[in-house]
């Protein structure tokens, strides 16, 4: 098939953008190809001298969101089914780190006396992480019941052994005899909130990023020092 030139159009970035945008408001199903028409002041049409289907508009919102340079990429975008997609999302996520302080913590504990660095270093290699990739984690979220794949590639194969372990670490390190699971839990959705959801709430509008990753870092430790249980 003839490859259209890009002279005269947008920069793909621009259409994935509007993608990207769409999708993590309405959901894959959801969303329409003459969406992104309307997002852009386009006619509905137009998106397709950029993509020739809702699977490569999906496909070019993830690299974008995953800070993938679409320039390359020759026009009108082509993918065969969503499958090619989920293969590149399992290649950045086999990119992605695997907890380097973390996995020290649990292969080599700290002294009792270094635990609160201990875990502000666990803490803020997470806000760290979810800070540099949060939108594409928003993407994940909200398209992952319309694509089950989706969910595997991301949710059993990277967030679910992240849990396990973090709970692993943090009932080694608890003295108490609260709900350990839920604690952890808990800390790792404070972080998400500073480090993701922060940015879209307007109330947290007056939060630097300096302020949220400093307040990151002490979650773990707060809640490893909650108070034992009275009957």
């Known amino acids: 098939m003839r490859r259209s030139s890009r002279l005269g159009l947008r920069p793909l970035r621009e259409i994935a953008e509007a993608g990207l945008q769409c999708f993590t408001q309405r959901g894959f199903r959801l969303t329409q190809m003459s969406d992104i028409g309307a997002e852009l002041g386009m006619s ?5 001298r950029y993509v020739e289907s809702k699977e490569a508009l999906f496909h070019i919102a993830a690299l974008h ?3 993938i340079s679409l320039d390359d990429l020759p026009l009108p975008v082509a993918v065969d089914d969503l499958a090619e997609t989920v293969l590149s999302i399992e290649a950045i996520v086999r990119s992605w780190p695997r907890w380097p302080a973390l996995r020290a913590a649990l292969d080599h504990p700290s002294p009792l006396s270094q635990l609160e660095n201990e875990a502000a270093g666990i803490a803020t290699e997470l806000y760290d992480f979810l800070a540099a990739a949060w939108r594409l984690i928003v993407l994940f979220d909200r398209t992952a019941n319309d694509i089950p794949s989706l969910k595997t590639a991301f949710t059993q ?5 992240y849990l396990a372990d973090i709970v692993t670490w943090f009932a080694h390190r608890y003295a108490g005899d609260g709900p350990v699971e839920a604690f952890a ?6 972080i998400s909130w500073l480090a993701m959801r922060r940015r879209t709430d307007p109330a947290a509008a007056a939060i630097t990023g300096e ?9 773990l430790y707060a809640l490893l020092q909650a108070p034992q249980q009275r009957p």
């Open 44 to 48: 509905p049409s137009a998106a397709y």
């Open 65 to 67: 969101a995953a800070g």
């Open 157 to 161: 194969q990277y967030r679910a052994p």
């Open 185 to 190: 839990r808990s800390g790792i959705e404070a």
């Open 211 to 219: 302020e949220a990753r400093r307040a990151a870092s002490h979650c």
